[in-house]
């Protein structure tokens, strides 16, 4: 079973093929972001424009790299939400438009979903049930799969994603965006006991929010410049020394990660799960990774930070799942993106 996945939610075009869902056969990313990093966050109007740029290359990239024409492909998958409509709406196109022309069946994804389905592209494969912690820019989610397509959610954000909390305190401390890789960088020399940052508590053990973090972050960062609260989103880092900003990325991250590690080692123990996988893309974070590994006590298979950031493998090894599986097809002629959807 081979299947071409295809993914342009965000501000990354990319195209894979897989076969039986486990196996990589060709991969390729396009990616807007150092535009994007200009202007401090995703411009949805500049990603879609750079997918239409770039979504016939990276297909006819994957060909190449895999030595495959159309005659081996089984299946499309394409996601078709949650993300940004501009950005779907050309991948689900393009999806359509090739499922149509090339006669194949259609699969549609779920971007969060597919996240978790790179931990199905190392070995050993993951088993059930299977608890899976998924941050990412957009998501902060606990989900246990009892099989594949059989999953509950256990809780969730309730206001800011992990990813978008990295983002937005690297604006603070003028760091570049995508914030989570330069938070991860700058807090390298920093002391994360230099100050206090609070934990959210929550009804549900198991859901999140990472806004008051994010707040509380800012306000230490203007504490210690003296300053008040109207300085610009530039002045505010021009006044922070290199010393400051260590300390405040390296405290903010030690709480931020200690938040998912806790909750993750309480969602096993409760659930005992055989398999823990982290996805989406703070799961490319060494910090994180080497937090849980230290605390969980079984051992837990990391997928490669490439497979974690957003990219078509996991697009590819979702939809191989629901081809094998036997799940519905999505109709090429009517197939919508649905920026809002829900796991
Ligand atoms: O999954 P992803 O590529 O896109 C979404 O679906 O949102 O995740 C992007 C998020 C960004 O917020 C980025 O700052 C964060 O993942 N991220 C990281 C790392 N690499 C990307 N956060 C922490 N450490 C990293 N190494
Ligand atoms: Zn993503």
């Known amino acids: 079973m081979k299947v071409l996945g295809i993914e342009t939610s965000c501000d990354e075009t990319a195209a894979a093929i897989v076969e039986d869902g486990h196996n990589l056969l060709g991969s390729s990313i396009a990616s807007s972001v150092d535009i994007h990093a200009l202007y401090g966050g995703v411009i949805p109007e500049i990603a879609a424009r750079s997918h239409i740029e770039s979504i016939i ?45 090339k006669n194949k069946p259609l699969y549609a994804v779920n971007h969060v979903e597919a996240h978790v389905y790179a931990n199905f592209l190392v070995k050993p494969l993951p088993q059930f049930p299977l608890l899976s912690l998924i941050v990412s820019g957009g998501h902060t989610q606990l989900v246990i799969f009892k099989n594949h397509f059989d999953y509950q959610l256990l809780g969730q954000t309730k206001d800011d994603a992990m990813g978008e909390a990295y983002d937005k305190v690297a604006k603070v401390l003028g760091l570049p965006y995508p914030g989570g890789p330069n938070i991860s960088k700058t807090a390298m020399t920093g002391d994360a006991n230099a100050f206090e940052l609070p934990k959210a508590k929550l009804d549900n053990p198991y859901d999140f929010s990472f806004s ?132």
């Open 212 to 343: 008051g973090l994010k707040t509380a972050t800012l306000r230490t960062a203007q504490k210690a410049v003296g300053a008040d609260f109207r300085l610009s989103s530039t002045e505010l880092p021009a006044l922070l020394t290199d010393r400051q900003k260590a300390d405040i990325a390296a405290s903010f991250q030690k709480v931020a990660i200690e938040t998912v590690v806790s909750k993750t080692i309480q969602a096993y123990k409760e659930f005992k799960p055989k398999t823990v996988v982290i996805a989406g893309g703070v799961a490319a974070s060494q910090e994180l990774r080497q937090a849980l590994k230290e605390k969980l006590p079984i051992d837990i298979n990391y997928a490669p930070p490439h497979l974690c950031t957003d990219n078509g493998a996991m697009v590819a090894a979702l939809g191989c799942y629901k081809a094998m599986l036997k799940q519905p097809t999505a109709d090429p002629y009517s197939l919508e993106a649905i920026p809002n959807l829900k796991m």
């Open 57 to 101: 290359p990276v297909i006819e990239d994957v060909f190449s790299q895999s030595k495959l024409g159309w005659e081996d492909i089984d299946a499309i998958a394409v996601t078709y939400g949650p993300g940004l409509l501009g950005g779907l709406l050309i991948g689900v196109l393009a999806a359509r438009t090739l499922a149509i022309a």
